[in-house]
């Protein structure tokens, strides 16, 4: 079973005098990832090398370091870890001591490890997504109530009546949600599948 992140977390190693911080969340997407990237990366710092994995996708960066020392072992070591669905970056500052080839890959790779091991891990359940129409009276219950059903809202686009939902949940948690939406609405709303396009 692969895992992701509930939260994103970090963690600070010294190695040979050279300090390198390990930051790592939870992403969805390609472009998630990229944007987590650049969020979190220190222009001040000698290397800001990055590795993330989305589903069958996935890139690296040594971002400067020698090639195949710094990106490739982080995502070596984010599979080594069963995970998915999440992005790391390992930031250093150089500190004037040389670790050569295979030290930087124990570096880089280690802090990526350790820094997934410190992470709350959360099994990544497979999960296909939905629409509704909830009446603003009814929107506060109907929130209260997904937890229930590993629903998670992606989307909420409000008109003068209520709001339109997007929602990820597991497929076995359909038929129970969708009764669930009926008897809230009072049969006013129904769960409509999002049919997935080039979905892997």
């Not at 989305?54 to 710094?70: H, K, L």
């Not at 030290?103 to 099994?123: D, H, P």
């Not at 629409?131 to 008109?159: G, S, V, W």
């Amino acid at each position: 079973m692969p895992f992701t992140l509930a939260t994103p977390c970090e963690l600070l190693e010294v190695i040979s005098k050279s300090r390198f911080l390990a930051k790592a969340a939870p992403v969805a997407s390609a472009e998630e990832a990229q944007a987590f990237i650049q969020a979190v990366s220190d222009p001040t710092a000698t290397h800001n090398c990055w590795a993330w994995k989305v589903g069958n996708q996935y890139r690296f960066s040594d971002d400067g370091e020698p090639g195949g020392t710094a990106g490739r072992p982080m995502l070596t070591a984010i599979e080594g870890q069963d995970f998915n669905q999440v992005a790391v970056v390992v930031i250093r500052w150089f500190g004037g001591i040389k670790l050569g080839t295979g030290g930087l890959a124990r570096a880089y790779g280690g802090s990526t490890a350790k820094c997934l091991q410190a992470g709350q891990r959360m099994e990544l359940v497979s999960r296909i997504r939905g629409h509704c129409h909830c009446r603003f009276a009814e929107l506060a219950l109907l929130k209260a109530r997904l937890a229930e059903h590993e629903a998670l809202i992606e989307q909420e686009t409000f008109d003068a009546e209520g709001a339109e939902l997007l929602l990820a949940f597991p497929e076995a948690q359909r038929e129970p949600l969708q009764r669930l939406i009926a008897d809230i609405s009072r049969g006013r709303s129904e769960l409509q599948l999002v049919q997935e396009r080039g979905k892997e």
